[in-house]
């Protein structure tokens, strides 16, 4: 919450560093007022943060006015510190990593936004890409039109779809017992069918973001109803049955997040003309952006995620002192 006019925010339930606290459903507006601030970084949103604290792992603090998280790794569950915000950055990652390394942590922070470290000592820490965690930024206008060359696959199959079925386009209250049932019905079609198909490759890093999702996204549906309220479910209904779904949240004036995506694979053309359709809604909104969070460095997730041609990425990096070579 905000303080007289032109000082910094005052925060109530955040504790101050070094004190941290579990991460509550009632932490989101003072959460929001750090990260409204900035670029809509995927994990730092508040959706993103609860959904996927699936072993209720997370922590949060504040240090000179930044959002300080503990977070448990989304594949591999190591814990490490992350921060956001761009006020006395040396300060606050020196002291994240000092708590790590007491903490017997390994000493490196990850997922730390761009806006953080642009203005850090680069003599005393080493700032590494995280590739597999950069958030994909499509243009809203380039989605909803599918024009160009690099688009002639998605047209193709978006036609192929609208020629081949009859659809219904809907929005889905997720507060609906109803709903929620055959949501998830879906999910678990969606994991069993790409189970099925990965189990002989022993690609276990895959496996394990299956298991996660479908966990993080029970989490969504059985959070509170002002919760679900905020957001959006965009489905696609063919006879009558659920056939794909995305959703997704409005961001400050030109960004939407999608959390959450699936869709029936036997229908050809389905995810793309979902894509396009999701695209459509938010620009009649006025929104520019669409986020789609990161791909984890999974191929398939990669190759998919790249072919509907990023606009640009929220980057973000890795953060460890200079001579501790722990990068």
């Known amino acids: ?30 959460i929001e007022e750090i990260t409204l601030q900035y670029p809509p970084y995927s994990d730092f949103n508040f959706v993103s943060l609860w959904v996927w604290d699936i072993k209720n792992a ?19 569950e190591e814990s490490f510190y992350s921060f956001l ?12 990593l000092e708590l790590s390394k007491k903490e017997k942590i390994r000493p490196v922070l990850k997922l730390v936004p761009e806006n953080s470290v642009v203005k850090m000592d680069q003599n005393k820490f080493n700032i590494i890409e995280e590739r597999n965690h950069f958030d994909y930024i499509y243009s809203i206008k380039n989605l909803a039109a599918y024009v160009g060359s690099e688009y ?9 779809f609208k020629e081949i079925h009859k659809f219904e386009v809907k929005f889905m209250n997720l507060t609906e017992e109803k709903n929620k049932k055959i949501l998830q019905d879906l999910v678990d079609l969606w994991t069993k069918k790409k189970k099925d198909k ?5 690609n276990y890093k895959e496996l394990e973001d299956f298991k996660n999702e479908s966990i993080a996204f029970k989490k969504l549906l059985s959070s509170p109803d002002d919760f679900l309220k905020s957001l959006i479910c965009f489905s696609i209904f063919i006879e009558d049955k659920l056939a794909s779904f995305i959703v997704s949240e409005r961001i400050m004036d030109d960004y939407c997040l999608s959390h959450f995506g699936k869709s029936n694979i036997g229908y050809e053309g389905i995810s793309q003309f979902l894509m396009q359709s999701h695209a459509k809604f938010f620009l009649d909104m006025g929104i520019d952006y669409h986020n789609d969070e990161q791909d984890l460095g999974l191929p398939n997730l990669r190759f998919s995620k790249n072919s ?9 990096y890795s953060i460890a002192y200079l001579d501790d070579f722990v990068i």
């Open 58 to 76: 997370i922590r949060i603090s504040q240090l000179n006015g930044n959002l300080l998280v503990k977070f448990s790794d989304y594949l591999s």
């Open 152 to 160: 002639k696959k998605h047209r193709k199959n978006t036609r192929r």
């Open 85 to 96: 915000g761009r006020e006395k950055t040396n300060e606050t990652a020196e002291a994240l």
């Open 1 to 30: 919450m905000l303080s007289a006019e032109g000082e910094k925010p005052q925060f109530i339930m955040l504790p101050k560093f070094p004190q941290f606290k579990k991460l509550e459903i009632t932490d989101k507006a003072d």
């Open 308 to 316: 509907y041609r990023p606009a640009h990425f929220l980057k973000k």
């Open 198 to 202: 990965i189990d002989n490759t022993k």
